[in-house]
């Protein structure tokens, strides 16, 4: 990588560095376009030679949060001996990732607005709720949940992402585990479980 490469990847992690804190301490709307260039001693010019706007800095902050995540959701769902426990284990980790102020403030209580539904809902489809669909197709396909498997990881994605919102909200010490613990008895209700043989009538039958 020449001089010039490295410098300008220097100042776009320096611009992503700073407007992260920024969105996330003060939220996207108080965020202005001077604090980031500010925090950074980057020009209006450099900012503009990165990124169109401040929206498209906020995606691409956006973008880089939903990687770290993906990354720890996959090594602990991976670590699973199945694909049921692989499920528990990710949606596991991303309560833990989201429950992070920073990442709680940008990703679920700003992003969907600034970026609009359309948006917001394609960058989550290509990282977290791409990961919960494959899980619970894996989970389906091995026997382990019943039904449709894109339907189940709706309604289980909107009981994730609330219970980020409840417990980041919530004064409450404990509010994190209480919502894991929670969500593990919830979906293990859901796993599938054959009906009992009945073995034993039918042997008096005969």
Known sequence: MG??????LATRTALLAAARNLFATDG?????????????GVTRGALYHHFADKQALFAAVCE??????????????????????????GCLSFLGFMIR?????IL???????LGWAAWNEMDTRHGFGLLIAGVEATVAEGELEGDPLALAVMINGALNYGVVWAGQSDEPEALDRLKSSFVHMIKTLRFKPPKSNKKANEHRV
């Open 3 to 8: 001089v010039k490469a490295e410098r300008a």
């Open 28 to 40: 996207f709307a108080a965020t202005s376009t001077e604090a980031i260039l500010a925090a950074t």
């Open 64 to 89: 880089s949060l939903h990687a770290e995540a993906e990354q720890v959701i996959e090594a602990n769902a991976d670590a699973a001996p199945n694909a049921f426990e692989g499920l528990v284990a």
């Open 101 to 105: 102020p920073e990442v709680r403030r």
């Open 108 to 114: 679920i209580l700003d992003a969907p607005s600034v």
